[in-house]
């Protein structure tokens, strides 16, 4: 038994508080005044507040090191996938890759929290409405968000 865990910690490195999502969401939410639990509980449906996390076609992927994680992007890229959610808050590379300077930076969990934050205070002063914003977070056609905003209402209570 000691054994099994042992090599779990060797073959499956845990991630760092520093490495994680989790730091920034405060000072993200502070910063745009978003409501306490908003963007942790994005992240929780997004991506399990996991870093090195992407989605492409609906199915998502957990990596043990961001290295991992931008060297699967770019494979992805170079195949002619651009439909890929990144990092803790799963920042779309199709319509948002233009903002971040590479995908390294996209998968820094300063960075892409505080980017989400903005984009989703800027979808609060379309809308002036919370709930119409992280609908819209996921998805502006109205059916895909309503069905994310469920899910967000649904965990909201956990981190607020």
Known sequence: MVRLILLTFLFFPSITLAESCKPYF?????????????????????????????????????FKTKEYAVDYVNKLIKAGYKNIDIGCMQVNFKYHGKNFTNLEEMFEPEINVTYAAKFLSTNYKE????????????????RLGQVYLGKFLRDFHTFN
């Not at 809308?127 to 109205?142: G, I, L, Q, T």
């Open 26 to 62: 405060k000072r993200a939410s502070s910063d745009f005044g978003i409501p306490n639990g908003v963007l942790q509980t994005v992240s929780h449906i997004e991506a399990r507040k996991h870093p090195w996390t992407i989605n492409v076609k609906g199915k998502g992927y957990y």
């Open 127 to 142: 809308f002036k409405d919370w709930k119409k914003a992280v609908a819209a977070f996921h998805s502006k056609e109205e």
